[in-house]
């Protein structure tokens, strides 16, 4: 900061932490009141939103449209009946996924940009923001940080990192890619840069066991149920800013698949992605640097 001082940083950090609240207010599908809560509850009407929730809600449209409809923002009727945060979680009954599959589709959305005004028209649809919120609130965070003279920090989100510039002694930023199901103790390997972006989408954060079988988090629309294609993370990168970018695409890449994930990330410039398949071998894009792990630490240091 151009103030280096820890006052000043401990205001930053203090005026960042109700940012974060400040978003949830409006971007949250389960809190009330929220801008997209109210979407979902008006039943068909128009809804008018804040610039953020319409931006969330305009780009996860065009990741729809990126991947084919894989990724979809309305799947919120199917999340509902997959509580993974309950004591007991059990798989829903299969007539309830099939009708809450019938209320899925991006084509059930429609914007007025005008009025910055948002409507299912689908009354039942619903939208889950939660494959690309925090990534947008990264890159909201980022910009508040720069705008107030930050020129080093880390700024992490659970799965979502933004390393801002380098290291104070200008080094890069090493950050850990974690080994799945490994409670957090082990690494892949570490990606050294900065100003940068690394998102990763797994299968072992949130989940279940019911009869043998694991349950996991990230549900493919077009069956209801998690989504089965060889892999159980894929990690994306991209420069500083793209947070949210990175966010929908790394489960865009768990969605598609190993081949057309490369194929994707490819030919976008500026991405790289590292797939963990289920035997953990990884495969990754052309450009994706990765660094052997030394001695197993993890990452942001």
Not at 24 to 31: D, I, N, P, R
Not at 85 to 95: C, I, L, M, N, Y
Not at 189 to 216: A, K, P, Q, W
Not at 235 to 257: H, I, K, N, Q, Y
Request: aromatic share 6%; charged share 25%.
């Amino acid at each position: 900061m151009e103030k280096n001082s820890s006052a000043d940083a401990g205001s930053l950090i203090e005026s960042l932490f109700k940012e974060c609240g400040r978003y949830e207010s409006m971007l949250s599908a389960t809190k009330k009141g929220s801008d997209i809560w109210k979407i979902n509850h008006a039943r068909g009407e128009w809804v008018k939103c804040s610039e953020d929730a319409y931006t969330v809600i305009r780009k996860g449209l065009s990741f729809s449209e990126l991947s084919g409809g894989k990724f979809d923002i309305t799947v919120g009727t199917l999340t509902a009946l997959w509580d993974y945060h309950a004591s007991d979680p059990r798989v829903p009954d299969p007539g309830a996924i099939s009708e809450a599959r019938l209320h899925c589709g991006s084509d059930n959305i429609e914007l007025d940009p005008a009025a910055r005004a948002v409507r299912l028209k689908d009354p039942e649809a619903a939208i889950d923001p939660g494959a690309i919120a925090k990534g947008y609130i990264a890159d909201r965070l980022t910009g508040a940080m720069l705008e107030n003279g930050v020129t080093s920090a880390i700024i992490d989100l659970g799965g979502n990192i933004v390393c801002v510039g380098a290291k104070p002694d200008g080094s890069a930023f090493r950050t850990g890619i974690e080994l799945p199901f490994s409670d957090r103790s082990e690494i892949i390997g570490v990606v050294e840069d900065r100003d940068i972006c690394v998102v990763t989408s797994g299968i072992y954060e949130r989940y279940f066991m019911e009869n043998g079988e694991l349950y996991h988090h990230i549900i493919d629309p077009a069956t209801g149920y998690p989504a089965s294609t060889g892999l159980i993370s894929a990690t994306v990168t991209g420069p500083r800013g793209s947070c949210c970018e990175c966010d929908a695409l790394s489960t865009v890449c768990f969605l598609l698949g190993e081949q057309d994930a490369l194929s994707l990330i490819e030919g976008m410039e500026g991405y790289e992605v590292l797939l963990v398949r289920a035997d953990e071998e990884t495969v990754t894009s052309k450009g994706f640097a990765l660094t052997e792990a030394a001695g197993g630490k993890r990452a942001g240091e």
